[in-house]
């Protein structure tokens, strides 16, 4: 009962914040042709390297993990439990398209990729800490490398 009285807590702290965002920048059209964007990537689907601390997806963990965009494959894997990740397991590509948009780049089709990239959670109900913890880290480090456009992808 108390698991059940958390869970309905942390959604309505989750559904507070969400309908209180002020939503008039969320996107923007880039000025730049496509031929010339610095294009990063982040999932919510849990992708992380597997040197680095997996999540905590029970307490809904709302922290990032930094993923060079140098990174083999091989080295990734998935921490979640909120969806089906068999598939994704056996290809982080499915969720985690590095290697796409580096030949997105090689083709000429985007400018470049960007040096860095983003693993998260999705199962976030505490966004609070997302808000004052993990999105200053990734915005700071997309001014830093003058990262054009970001794709999101969820798990």
Do not use: C
Request: aromatic share 6%; net charge negative.
């Amino acid at each position: 009962m108390l698991k059940q009285i958390k869970h309905w807590l942390f959604k309505l702290s989750a559904n507070r914040t969400i309908n209180n965002r002020d939503r008039t920048n969320a996107f923007t059209t880039p000025v730049k042709p496509m031929t010339n964007w610095n294009v990063a990537f982040l999932t919510t689907a849990g992708v992380h390297l597997k040197s680095q601390e997996g999540f905590d997806v029970d307490a809904g963990d709302p922290s990032v993990r930094l993923i060079p965009s140098d990174t083999d494959p091989d080295q990734l894997m998935i921490t979640h439990t909120h969806y089906d990740t068999e598939e994704a397991d056996k290809d982080t590509g499915a969720v985690f398209p590095l290697e796409a948009l580096k030949k997105l780049a090689e083709e000429g089709r985007i400018g470049s990729v960007a040096k860095t990239h983003y693993g998260m959670m999705g199962y976030i109900p505490e966004t609070d800490r997302l808000d004052q913890e993990s999105i200053p880290v990734i915005l700071k480090q997309l001014k830093k490398e003058h990262v054009d456009v970001l794709l999101l992808s969820p798990g």
